[in-house]
């Protein structure tokens, strides 16, 4: 079925300009002033409305195991809540145990995929390495559409990538024409810190965040930024937090590197005040890592995104319940790192963001699914509105509000760090590979709809990287 | 008559890709796989071509009077030169004599220019102030589509804007939504270090470069930055041509400043070595304010557009001949200021920027047109390869290769800065306004045939601006 | 007579160290262990003090006329003032009338200052521009021990001195051998602020930092700093007070500029909350220029003390009372600008930076009195407890704390703007010019006790300046 | 028997000036003017000449085994070539091999030591962690007045010190009142650059600095400062050759972090084109780690040197004769690291710091000797010209010259980095503990005249630490 969105105002990255848009069979078939309606097409009258790409989510943890138990969201609940909020893909995140086959992961990823209402990719962590590691790095490449990894610099005795793997594995990515990306925090600080901070008995949760101050972080960026800076590979930060960690990547665009930063909603809007809540589970539930900071930092962020040396905003989304969080009772360190945000992202963004004019609508297409898909290698495919492109659409109404709670949240669990937060710019409608799945409220998601992107290597920037005067 | 570009890779912005590209009517009307040519249309085999939005030079002086003479190339000659390498715009100025009605200057420079060969556009320097100045720049922007205002912070006792004029010229743009733009350089500093040269005997070419050094550029830079940044303003910086003013550049776009900044073709590639020459005409020939720098500056330029803290390419186009050079044989500071370059940007920039691996194809589109396009407020019209855009168009052959001389260039004038440089990547072919103005080494341009570009204000940063939260 | 200082810890720049102290004529005999009194001397039990050399205030406006009248302080009482806090020594400030003889005010000034009860010392102002002023120049270098001259770049239609003032007297200090020091503030834009504030109704104390952003403090403290670096001088820039000046000189300082900075003991405590409050008398108690600053500029001021980016803490000491504030009761450009603290600079530093580890007691000492006496080459006679310096002596009791308040100051004025501040760490004992002037709580202070500071000019750094590769 | 040194102009880090210096007993007795000379005592005439704290050398490697051969310099002859050039102290390595006890290796270099013709003291070096390492660095520095301790981030699969040795190693230091030292370049990305350049066939003497890039040492340098920041201790970083690392320096003292840099005189003076010499002989004599570096390496790092960031000058004197260099004649990484320098660099140093203007002479004495005294904690016993202090003098005549070569010196080897260089500016007479042991070129060492210098722990500094506001 087709459907013609009449009469709104199309935001693309590069402007904004009246038109009509006609999609059919999953794709944008026109992008016009005065289109016509096929026979039977459904029409939207989008007068008044922004119509923008969908989002694009490049940081979520769907249906994530942990301890025997499972995180909150599921692909098909955590995608849906996506839909409701505008966002129509997202990329999640394969994790390999250390000694685990990564082909045997992401077969494990995928096939939990398969139910999500919404399009879908990954990152494949590289955690540990040998022969067969390498292998799979171009296997999945070649054959299963993966163009980026990502490394763990922080949870040691875990997941936590050292720098000999670093080295090996971004050296890897370049020549598969690869993204390597980082959590960046320093492992062996962390460790250190939260060892101190038990044994001085401060086992709480507003221990958390003085367990990874900001240095950590800063740390690990300029660490992976200067590996990659030698073996002259790109680089992506996700989760960037602080301004220390963003001062390494705006230093290292400014002398040219192919840095790029992600930064998550909640880092951009809220602070550690939250960990001195008096109730454990107000507190627990703001426990992520890298953790929520001070009110300096998010002017630090904002600034970045403003000034371009920050691309993309995520949501590290990755939902725990207060019976999860739990198990951090007696031991921050044993708290489930992780919240939502999924559905929330583009409100919080366009109502801080758009509303202050830190951003024309414009920009707030580029860092909500533009810059992503293009860093990402599958634009225009995502990430725009033009012919062609797949008919992922959110329609937005700039003068619409709503408060944001759990209470009417589509996103499962039992906890919403934007909880009573009013924020004014809301989606009318999501378009999801041609199909209408959110309507004023009403959301229609359809397990099994979402399909799996296949994301091709050696986008643009390898073909000049490969020019680049090599380090040796 | 219709023109098919038929299998080209067609460059933008955002991306590459594989397309034919139909012209008619000045416009092109399709953009697409297997197009079909009409009847009669003239068909381009663009195999093995790249196919991008014809070049912008912002920054130009054709036919500028000067001491009772005149530049060497006028308005036909300087952008049929253009149009010879690929450039299909030009944004001129238009300079009044300090207590010279705006107006009145400004018909006088749009006569001049009936001529041009390429489409052409003025931003107005605003060298003195009083009411009438207020009120023009109003009638300039309302009803003859300038959007852009030029301030000369150098050439004491002439036409330079101290301070006072800079805060009311700029409040008064921003209130028109127009962009203020600085051609930074210190011009008590300059004054005095010439005093001070001539008084010490250096008379010479050779002294040029050392009444301006950097930091008599960075101060300026930053200035106009300042006081952009307290009256809320954004703020576009002509040919940055050293580290010191791409520093302030870039620490206050890191800071989220709306601040842009124009780098030359010459500044990135020529250094001041120039004026060591023995031969007084080869010196004088490089005399241009700011002076060519050395070699580091250049990388740092390099750097800057490569990070995104530069955004335009411009040459400051300004012809001399040897006899009007000759003015200043016996006093550095009579020589006239100015350098050719229209010819031979694009060449230059694909040369040392795309063959390097300093910038992808896209990139080069985003720094030779897309957006100077945009912050001009002339995008899509000009600055990109879309159905409705102007057909303005560059076929270039990436492989193709040649010497730029003085023996060979279109433009007039005995002077080539970038004479005996072999460049690889050059333009085959230009679509002007729809027509086929430059084959394969053949000039076709015809007088008069170039459209005054009407630029409209408030272009979408303006909207965001008005909402951020002002100063005072 | 002559004073015994036994079993103290001396605390100078480069070390502590268990010493007793002898000083006689005026001057200190000895320092070394176990030093024998002579007869009738009299004999200070400093066991458990620290024993400093007296503070040096670079910055103070005694007696200053204002519409006719004058400070409240005048130079009796504010030295006298300063010896109960531990300071020994001011740098006032000659400032003439523009077309005032620079002679002429400078014997104005030296005749209030005879009643100083401690020694004192002049930075002239240059507030305008002839050959009078550069011969004036001359003269006070080599006949009247002069080596600073002070640049306002702020006070429009008043004292400003514009950019020709500038580079034409910075070059003249040069060739004297003396130091250019600046109050950096961007007079243009400050003009057109309090202009457009006025006009919008905001007429109050709370308009004041509105009219002094930060930026206009940042600018005005590059230009300077620019100009310095073009002509090859040294600079000394006064009341740093926000990040983005401090900013310009530590980049100026990391690429090897000889710059030095001076912040103000109020500006590193005391934030811009204190304009909001609502009684005028206590908002315009607070209004000096620049203004006091958000908390986050006071961070960066100490850090750019303990980095060795700042030099010197002085406080602008400018005392007027409620009658004199109150003239700008309608009109906050017309509130007289100035605040105390002379009294106060020193146990505020030592509780907020050596209690806070900031700062070492040799790290105090160098910010409150030896950098001082470097920079104005005045050390050894000034900065240090050594052997033939001057019997300029603070006992400090790290362990003692008071309460700062206007009912219990010396300095005269009905305002405290450290009022209600506990301090822990107070001097004991004042020693100037060999007389014990204070001593715990009573203030002994004569007038005309004080001598006038000959500053000779070419210090160290001058030396190395004539060596640099200059410019031009 | 007596010295008294007359007639000269003393310079010490605060300032310049005439007086006589008397020393007797191994110390200083006095200065001051017109000093009679005691019965006996050895006159010296400086007329004309600069007195100066002797030199201090905080980097050396006298008798350094290497593969079952040593250095050339034995801790007799090297100490001596530096008495030659002024420098009275070293400080060397004690280098454990991982597993071997610190104090077994420390007791070892103690006896190689006995021999040293000036006075020496010991950084030990932490190249492994267990318990006893933890507990000799407690007896180090409580018995054995060790107050330093040094890092390897680089030479993996040796002596490399990871993150979690450092964390251990840093915090151990902390408690103890010692300082932590690295050598700062980044261990992983070093090994993979020799694998690539050695399977490439870039075998020879110029393929060493492409293995060691500046980032790879700016990388490590800000991770040491990173972690030192989270522990809150201070940190030295020694030989910093490039501008990234003086980067990370300048950026963390800019924001208060105690923090210091070395700089040896021959990256300060030497470029990298050395390793482009034909013959291997000349190119191998300048490996060593960090390598030389680019021109603008060297200009960055004087202005570390003026700015004040970086505080001492060393040599990393460790030479190795053509015959072990020759090891590497096939495998660069085989190259055995290491180049001369004590003998030199003063007089490199005042030739290219003081007579250009980049240092005054005060300045050259902080940078030579009194910082390295302060933070080390051995002034003012070493590093200044004052009664009580060791009678470490040299005499300094600023109008004398020399042409360095391996032809003239006294330090054993068959090579000379400086080799050809002529300076001005030389020392005459250079007395160490009171004993006149070089005169005009005449070297008079004695081996064993030298004592070890017991550096207690708890500097100034420490105090200051202990009351920051802690991380956690
Ligand atoms: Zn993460
Ligand atoms: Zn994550
Ligand atoms: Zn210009
Ligand atoms: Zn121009
Ligand atoms: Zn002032
Ligand atoms: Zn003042
Ligand atoms: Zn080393
Ligand atoms: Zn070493």
């Given at each position: 079925m087709s459907i013609l969105i009449r009469g709104g105002t199309v935001v693309n990255a590069d402007r904004e300009f009246q038109a009509d848009v006609l999609c059919d069979g999953g794709k944008i078939l026109a992008v016009g002033e005065q289109l016509e309606a096929p026979a039977g097409a459904e029409i939207?009258?989008?007068?008044?409305l922004y119509v923008m790409p969908g989002g694009i989510d490049p940081h979520t943890h769907m249906q994530l195991p942990f301890m025997g138990t499972v995180t909150q969201d599921d692909f098909f609940s955590g995608t849906a809540a996506g839909l409701a909020g505008g966002t129509t893909s997202i990329i999640d995140f394969v994790i390999p145990d250390p000694q685990q086959s990564l082909m045997e992961a992401f077969h494990l990823w995928r096939g939990w995929a398969e139910k999500s209402a919404a399009d879908y990719s990954f990152h494949v962590a590289v955690t540990w390495w040998d022969d067969s590691v390498h292998a799979d790095m171009g296997t999945l490449v070649r054959e299963h559409g993966v163009n980026s990894f990502k490394h763990f610099m922080a949870y040691k005795n875990a997941i936590m990538a050292d720098d000999e793997i670093l080295v090996k594995s971004f050296s890897r990515a370049l020549e598969l024409g690869a993204m390597p990306t980082v959590h960046a925090e320093n492992g062996e600080l962390v460790y250190l810190l939260q060892q101190r901070l038990l044994q001085e008995?401060?086992?709480?949760?507003?221990a958390h965040p003085l367990s990874r101050p900001p240095m950590v972080e800063g740390e690990a960026a300029q660490r992976a930024i200067a590996i990659a800076n030698v073996l002259n590979t790109p680089l992506y930060v996700v989760h960037v937090s602080c301004a220390e960690s963003l001062g390494a990547i705006t230093r290292a665009r400014a002398s040219g590197q192919r840095v790029f930063g992600e930064v998550l909603a909640g880092h951009l809007t809220i602070?550690?005040?939250?960990?001195?809540?008096?109730e454990f589970a107000q507190a627990a539930g703001h426990v992520m890592s890298p953790p929520f900071r001070s009110s300096s930092h998010q002017q630090a962020l904002w600034q970045g995104l403003q000034g371009g040396n920050l691309h993309t905003t995520a949501t590290d989304h990755c939902t725990f319940c207060a019976e999860q969080k739990?198990?951090?009772?007696?031991?921050?360190?044993?708290?489930p790192n992780g919240c939502g945000g999924i559905e929330e992202r583009m409100m919080v963004l366009w109502d801080a963001g758009v509303n202050t004019g830190r951003l024309t609508p414009s920009e707030f297409v580029k860092v909500t699914s533009a810059n992503c898909a293009q860093i990402f290698n599958i634009y225009p495919r995502k990430g725009v509105i033009a012919?062609?492109?797949?008919?992922d659409i959110v329609l937005w109404d700039a003068e619409g509000s709503k408060t944001l709670s759990v209470k009417t949240?589509?996103?499962?669990?039992?906890?919403?760090?934007?909880?009573g937060r009013t924020v004014k710019g809301i989606p009318t409608h999501t378009i999801s590979g041609g199909q209408l799945v959110f309507k004023e409220g009403d959301l229609r998601a359809v397990a099994g709809h979402g399909k799996y992107i296949q994301r091709p290597p050696f986008s643009a920037m390898f073909g000049a990287l490969s020019k680049m005067h090599n380090a040796i």
């Open positions: 939207i009258d989008a007068a008044g008995g401060k086992a709480g949760p507003d602070n550690d005040s939250v960990y001195q809540h008096p739990a198990m951090g009772k007696d031991n921050f360190t044993k708290i012919a062609g492109a797949d008919a949240q589509f996103s499962k669990g039992d906890f919403n760090v934007f909880e």
